[in-house]
């Protein structure tokens, strides 16, 4: 017998592909608890309802992805609407008991307040710090970012439990959301061995040249994709014509990337994937020589704690990125850390240094891959994951 029912509701990408989200869900599922999953149709995921390893997972329709202030308005109003029609819905279906929102955007409390008078838990899934975000995106603190600061205060004030992807969340949690220290606890988001493992490399991922440089994430403003493009255009201009990109994933940002590598004529040197299925990523990572985390500096990237650090290193790939506080604590000595104040050249010149130094890559890909099997493994976020279950229905 099910112990405990729980809604979990994602809007911002669709399960099973939101990976966290999926990873939770399988683990409550396997602890004895009900799982249902409420998140957005995408391409490749266009099912209303699905049953896959036990866990019910619910589609609803979503407008088009839009790239701007004024479209994500859109996007997140449509998506509220259809969260409270379906998870009312689910709730006289099925029930729960808990419901689990994961942000962005943080108007998921709405949602979960409707059900707080039928004594229903909520637990916020803290993924992204949105005002933070927000900035990084717009660098204005106008009255949608005033919006931003006002729907955080109102999830903190009323989540029975939060769990926060590192604890530069965990601390704005206790500080700006006045959250009890007991209350809040760090799930981080590792990878799971079991599926992510490395397979041999493909030379004809190597486009002809000597090296691979690998990427994978989301492709918006924020994620530095721009600057990638710049560091391999200075690569090129010193003559380096041994090293190739790859960037795999997609984003707001996408088209317009597409256009930089045409009117810098880097077509030669790098190449956007799109999405693709696991086994390709794995195939593109696991040839790489080097992998990169671009993203820019500000106070977004640097108390977020990013999943492709972990995920590189799993794979024992040395990594270049900026020297931000949790990108360095995740990786630690796999990586090599470009000076914020000389972004391009630097970054480059990191690449550049690894790809001369065998050694080194090998080195730091080694003591990546350990710090990820003992410590970083997503197995050693899941005890944090039933501890917040076990805490918000003792409440």
């Not at 049953?51 to 979503?62: A, E, Q, S």
Request: aromatic share 12%; charged share 25%; with cysteine.
């Amino acid at each position: 017998m099910k112990k405990k029912k729980v809604l979990i509701v994602v809007e911002n990408a669709p399960v099973p592909l939101d990976p966290r989200v999926w990873k939770e869900a399988l683990a409550l599922e396997q602890a004895g608890y009900g799982v249902s999953v409420l998140c957005p149709k995408w391409k490749g995921y266009e099912a209303g309802y699905e049953l896959k390893d036990g866990v019910h997972i619910y589609r609803h329709p979503m407008p088009k992805e839009g790239n701007g202030a004024f479209a994500y308005v859109w996007e997140y109003g449509w998506a509220l609407l259809f969260e409270f029609i379906y998870a009312w819905w689910i709730y006289l279906r099925r029930g729960f008991h808990v419901l689990q929102a994961c942000n962005p955007p943080d108007d998921i409390v709405f949602v979960a307040l409707t059900f707080k008078i039928f004594g229903v838990k909520y637990i916020f899934d803290h993924h992204d710090a949105n005002p933070e975000l927000y900035w990084a995106k717009y660098e204005r603190k106008d009255f949608l970012y005033k919006t931003l600061v006002w729907l955080e205060k109102m999830t903190f004030r009323y989540s029975d439990v939060v769990m926060s992807t590192n604890e530069s969340y965990r601390e704005l949690a206790i500080t700006r959301g006045h959250m009890q220290p007991e209350d809040v606890f760090v799930v981080r988001n590792g990878p799971d061995l079991k599926t992510f493992q490395p397979v041999p490399p493909n030379p004809a991922l190597k486009y002809g040249k000597k090296f691979l440089v690998g990427y994978v994430g989301v492709m918006g403003e924020q994620d530095g994709l721009d600057i990638l493009l710049n560091v391999a255009e200075h690569i090129k201009n010193l003559g380096r014509t041994d090293i190739h990109f790859t960037c795999v994933g997609k984003g707001p940002a996408f088209n317009q990337l597409q256009q930089i590598v045409v009117d810098k004529k880097l077509a030669d040197t790098v190449n956007f994937t799109g999405r693709i299925s696991d086994e390709d990523l794995l195939a593109v990572l696991s040839t790489a020589d080097i992998c990169v985390n671009p993203d820019k500096p500000c106070k977004m990237n640097d108390i977020s704690t990013m999943i492709k650090i972990m995920e590189y290193m799993a794979l024992g790939k040395p990594i270049v990125q900026f020297d931000l506080r949790e990108g360095k604590f995740s990786a630690q000595e796999a990586s090599l850390y470009a000076d914020a104040g000389n972004q391009v050249a630097d970054f480059a010149d990191k690449i550049l240094w690894l790809a001369d130094h065998p050694e080194e890559r090998q080195r730091m890909g080694e003591f990546g891959r350990k710090r990820v099997q003992q410590q970083l493994a997503w197995d050693y976020s899941i005890g944090n994951l039933l501890a917040a279950y076990e805490r918000v229905l003792t409440k």
